[in-house]
């Protein structure tokens, strides 16, 4: 059952996709959050047989909802009237900056933080 990560920014949305067992995550691509994210998101998902979400929830330091959170809410929402599959919500606090730790800053970072967003649920779930 693959699964797809997402990394969500204001400006951009890395993306990762698990192996078709769901059990290894790996970067996929960073796309632009504009007003063609909710249709290039839903295409993917149909395109590599998705058949579940897992979207980074964003908090600060104390554990609360940040700014970007709300965003993330409405994204969710959007595509749960798009499509019929599961979404969860996996903390991801810092992923970004481990992504860079491991592999440098290049163009693909938030698609690597997308792969450890969706790692860490995969491993979870375990």
């Known amino acids: ?7 969500f920014g204001s400006k951009k949305v890395g993306i990762a996709l698990s192996d078709e067992s769901g059990v290894m995550a790996f970067p996929h691509s960073v796309i632009p959050n504009d007003s063609k994210l909710l249709k290039t998101i839903v295409t993917l998902i149909e395109k590599e047989r998705v058949a579940e979400l897992v979207i980074g929830y964003s908090v600060d330091k104390a554990g609360k909802a940040n700014p970007i959170h709300k965003a993330v809410e409405a994204f969710m929402m959007d595509v749960t009237l798009e499509l019929s599959i599961p979404i969860h919500l996996e ?8 992504a860079i730790r491991i592999q440098g800053k290049t163009t693909q970072t938030d698609a690597a933080a997308a792969a450890l967003i969706l790692d860490s649920f995969i491993t979870r779930k375990k």
């Not at 903390?91 to 481990?98: A, D, F, H, L, R």
Request: cysteine-free; aromatic content about 6%.
């Open 1 to 7: 059952m693959r699964k797809m990560g997402i990394d």
């Open 91 to 98: 903390p991801e606090q810092y992923s970004t900056q481990q």
